[in-house]
């Protein structure tokens, strides 16, 4: 059974039961008050009732007699033995109570009974009066047709019967129409989880206008739901698009040593294993000359693939969250050993170290090795797309960071290409092909400018060159002066 019917059977049902407990209250109270009135109208008129002179008869006046048949009401005397007078009306209508047995007077004194006579209800009320305490010598029966009261309180409760049964449909009916037009949101949502669990597509949202209430609020929630979930997902398709990214990327970069590898192995293994005859005319000289080159070339392409595989190792660690020791670090010693063993590097253009005295007393939280690789890459790389001009060192103290600036006159980028030169692999296409590199230096550089809680700043322009400054927060600065 859906909800949408269950909250209209219990609705339909507290409906019933509360209509039945009105409903019988409302007729226990009018037959308990029109009854009662009656009751109270014939005790009253019984107490005016006089023994005659003899004392065996009741005579009313001639009033009396009136008002009994004004007020419709029935009255008669007997012995225990035989009838001794009945009103006018009762005469007339042919009516005569049961006069009460004489073995059991308390039984039926001043006690109300119904009678059944000619068809007609009647509700009597008898009282015996005693001439002394032992002897009951009159029957006094005050009645009054109930029939008019019975068949009103029949239409009464014809009219709440009816009444309720119809208040049940009609309450049903729209009970089932609010229900289902309340509902409509949850099935709403239970479309869209159905349309998300057939395809992929959680860009589906529910629309809804209606009253901030508890379905307001789920359909809110489900909505902020949707909308995280695609974030998740997007993310990691951006993830996976970026493995399989960088899974091919790497192997290019690895098949190219590779090939370079295995080509001068088999020229090697082709000349040392060839007859006299089979070596086309070259003396050992040359034969020593040509396996020095390619010697030579294998080193070259295995350094490269080694530290190919060392950056794609660093990078490795940083996807898997691992993180290295932090401590207070002088900063100004750092900078300057890096500053002197990058003049060491292979370069074409003229390496320049500003003033590095504001380091003095500046320490950071940071590791020195990777400070000092990260240093290194931003040098490497100032120096290798610089072929000619100069390449710059200085450092700056600004609002408790302290910012360390690598600049060059080289070939520069364009601003659209900023965004992603720190992505794995990524290099300017003016430098694709052109300048030897595998592209994960500035992707290594910022993994560790991150576990530094620092930040990088590039401004660059085609042609002009670029500079990257490495902003790092200050643990500790002497006072400006």
Known sequence: MS????????????????????????YGFVHLYTYDELKQRIVKQSGEMELGTNGFEVFPSRDTADRLEAADLFMQTSTTERLTW????????EVQFDIPPADNIKKYDNKFTRMNINGNSFLVYQK???????????????????????????????????????????ASTFGLFLAR?????????????????KGTDLSVRIEYDGPQDEIGQLIGTFNAMLERTE????????????????????????????TTIRGNVDLLQKMWTAEQGE????????????????????????????RLVNDMLSLARADTGQTFELSPIPLQPLVE??????????????????RLSVLNGVYVEGNKDYLQQMLFIFIENAFKYTPEGE??????????QVGLRISDTGIGMDKDEVPFIFERFYRADQSRGVTAGTGLGLSIAKWIIDEHKGSVEVVTRRGEGSTFIVWLPVVFAPPLE
Do not use: C
């Open 231 to 258: 974030g998740f997902y997007k993310e990691l398709e951006d993830a996976y698009a970026a493995q399989r990214r960088f899974v091919s990327d790497a192997s290019h970069e690895l098949r190219t040593p590779l």
């Open 128 to 170: 015996a009066l005693f001439k002394n305490p032992s002897h009951a010598i009159l029957w006094l029966q005050i009645g009054a047709n109930t029939r008019l009261i019975d068949q009103t309180l029949d239409r009464l409760q014809s009219i709440l019967i009816m009444g309720s049964a119809a208040t049940l449909v009609i």
């Open 391 to 400: 390449v710059s060192l200085d450092a700056v103290l600004y609002k408790g």
């Open 337 to 354: 050993e890096v500053a002197r063993r990058a003049q060491f590097l292979e370069k074409t253009a003229e390496w320049h170290v500003g």
């Open 279 to 306: 070596r086309m005319d070259m003396d050992d000289e040359m034969i020593k000359q040509i396996s020095i080159e390619a010697v030579g070339d294998i080193s070259d392409e295995a350094k490269r693939m080694s």
């Open 3 to 26: 909800i949408r019917l269950r909250l209209t059977a219990w609705y339909t049902g507290i409906l019933f039961v509360t209509l039945l407990i009105f409903s019988s209250a409302v």
């Open 181 to 197: 037009k309340s509902m409509n949101p949850i099935g709403k949502v239970t479309e869209a989880a159905e349309h998300i669990q």
């Open 86 to 93: 009945r009103s006018d009306n009762m005469i007339f209508s």
